[in-house]
């Protein structure tokens, strides 16, 4: 009996053990399902962002900073001057690509025209595609849906892509009519650009209308300067604070002129006192402007304001919380570089903090110590200048003393004396380059070594088809200059300088800033735009929309999109179509 007691007893313990081990198997395994499951889930908390879109219609306003021109070099080279990163570098999402309808390398008008309308347009028009339609702007949708809108700019507020989220021509030089198309069109206007609203017998460019006193009669507070902005915080707005462009930020000495950041902070202020929301285009125009003439002082300084209204912005956004901030350039412009053949692999960027003015700036007090010398009789072989040498000794204003018996021609300028023999073409027995006119009645001498005997750098200047307007100028360029740059140019600087047309627009500005640049070891690709895409920055509600590498054309899109404005059929699908080119 004990046998047979015992055998069922050892039986049940058996099978006893065996059930605890497998509850012990399945306690195990579950929990490894549970750490597998919490890992997955802590994967896709990762991606949380990127797997579904924000809420549509959920950014009840809209800050989009247009710093034109600006690529990544240009927030590398502003890095190193300023020693630490840029406020809204940390908020970088993706890159956007810039190609116009016709070109790989497109303008601002064509650049802004897709990224205010979500089309292509060609090079050079406003709001208008190739195939003559006109399509709302972003800005469009925002004040149709009863938002608050608006655009500052230190261009004037009628160029190319301010002109783009308000105005529609198929010629971006068009402004005066581009003009005619803001009032009622935007409620703030900020920038420059006074006479592109006032009328020609008042000194601007309308021919017939006076669109300021249309603004006001409209019901706009028409305000000029930075002390008006104060007096006026609500209602429609029309800041014109310059007749023209305004002043690179590095130049800006009018007290009354306000700066990019302290315009955007006023129409946030203004605009903001909308319960429906509001619409907001700020363009750091001038970072542009400033790579066209490869001014790399110009350019940091405007893009280190343009950082500052950004903040501005920034802090609006973290306050209010549905505010979507977007930052990018319409295109990168000149193909700067940080670095250069003279340099190697050094940088010098810390040259340029002794730069205290722009190169526009820094000419305009060069063109006030010049002597300007008229060619107008001189003449021309094979590219040399050659001026009648009383001529030139009483256009500068000098003593001359001819002796016909010993040929010579003594000259006195300023305690200075130079002795020329006419008959040995000999200046104190060197060889000089001069000739007989043709009737052998005047003394002809070479226009650059005769000034430079006197002291000065000498150069010249020509315009196409008017041989009258030909032009010496004589100058001391080191002891103009460098006070300004705070350091030296060198002789070989100085060549370059005088070796341009000086009656060209642009070229003694732009080679200045080449020589500035070589300085600080960074160098220039053009004196136009680029065809590179630009980063995207972005904060706030919906901002991980932008992740990635986007198209202009898909910027409005999701901006519309995150306003609720329906301004396009596709938005949806766009957002969806990014959405799963993120995560696939």
């Known amino acids: 009996m004990v046998q047979e007691n015992l055998e069922p007893q050892g039986s049940a313990n058996a099978e006893s053990l065996l059930l605890f081990k497998e509850e012990i198997l399945l306690k195990s395994q579950f929990k ?7 890992a997955f889930v802590m994967v896709l908390s ?51 690509n810039t190609w116009s309808s016709n070109t790989n390398v497109t303008d601002s008008a ?90 020609e017998a008042e000194g601007g460019k309308q021919p017939e209308r006076n669109l300021v006193q249309e603004a006001i009669d409209a019901g706009y507070n028409y305000i000029t300067t930075k002390s008006e902005m104060a007096d006026t915080s609500n209602g429609k707005v029309l800041g014109l604070f310059a007749k023209a462009a305004m002043t690179y930020e590095i130049d800006r000495v009018d007290v009354e002129q306000p700066s990019l950041s302290e315009m955007t902070k006023y129409a946030i202020d203004v605009l903001s006192k909308d319960q429906d929301g509001f619409f907001l285009m700020v363009e750091g125009s001038q970072i542009d402007w400033a790579g066209h003439a490869n ?55 810390e040259i340029l903090k002794n730069v205290k003015a722009s190169n526009i700036a820094i000419l305009e007090t060069l063109a006030d110590n010049v002597t300007i010398i008229s060619l107008a009789n001189a003449q021309e072989i ?47 027995k060197k060889a000089f380059d001069m000739f007989l006119n043709d009737s052998k009645t005047k003394q002809y001498i070479n226009v650059n070594d005769f000034f430079e005997l006197f002291g000065y750098d000498v150069a010249i200047g020509t315009t196409k088809d008017k041989p009258e307007l030909t032009t010496a100028y004589l100058a001391h360029i080191n002891n103009t200059v460098s006070p300004i740059l705070g350091f030296d140019l060198t002789e070989e600087d100085i060549t370059t300088l005088t070796s341009v ?37 972005a904060y706030g509600v919906g901002a991980d929309q932008f992740v990635g590498l986007i198209d202009n054309t898909e910027l409005p899109r999701i901006i519309s999109y995150l306003m609720g404005t329906e301004l396009f059929d596709d938005q949806d699908e766009t957002i969806k179509r990014l959405e799963e080119r993120r995560t696939n």
């Open 382 to 428: 094979d590219g040399t200048h050659y001026i009648h040498i009383r001529d030139a000794a009483a256009q500068l204003q000098a003593d001359l003393d001819y002796n016909p018996s010993t040929k010579l021609v003594t000259i006195n300028k300023d305690d200075q004396t130079v002795i020329f023999d006419l008959k040995k073409k000999e200046v104190n």
């Open 46 to 96: 990762l991606f949380a962002p990127f797997a579904s879109a924000a809420e549509k219609g959920s950014a009840k306003n809209v800050i989009l900073l247009i710093p034109d021109g600006l690529g990544a070099s240009y927030m590398t080279a502003t890095r190193i001057y300023k020693g630490e990163e840029l406020s809204f570098e940390r908020y970088v999402k993706g890159l956007m």
């Open 32 to 38: 490894k399902i549970q750490v597998l499951i919490l």
């Open 110 to 199: 064509a650049a802004g025209t897709a990224m205010a309308t979500g089309y292509k347009a060609d090079n050079g028009k406003i709001s208008v595609t190739p195939d003559g339609m006109e399509p709302d702007s972003i800005l469009d949708a925002a004040r149709d849906k009863g938002k608050a809108t608006g655009v500052v700019a230190t261009s004037r507020v009628t160029h190319a892509t301010p002109a783009v989220f308000v105005a529609h021509d198929s010629s971006r030089g068009n402004e005066v009519a581009l003009a005619q198309q803001y009032i009622n069109n935007v409620d703030v206007i900020l920038g420059g650009g006074q006479d592109m609203f006032t009328l």
């Open 501 to 537: 047309n000086w009656n060209g627009r642009y070229d003694l500005s732009n080679t200045l800033g080449k020589v500035v640049s070589n300085h600080a070891y960074l160098s220039w690709g053009t004196n136009n735009h680029s065809g590179v895409e630009v980063p995207v920055y």
């Open 295 to 349: 001014d790399p002082v110009a350019a940091i300084h405007d893009t280190l304001e343009f950082e500052e209204a950004v903040n501005e912005a920034l802090e609006f956004a973290k306050k209010d919380k549905e505010t979507l901030v977007v930052i990018a350039g319409d295109h990168e412009t000149g193909g700067l570089v940080i670095g250069s053949n003279v340099g190697g692999y050094a940088d010098n960027i």
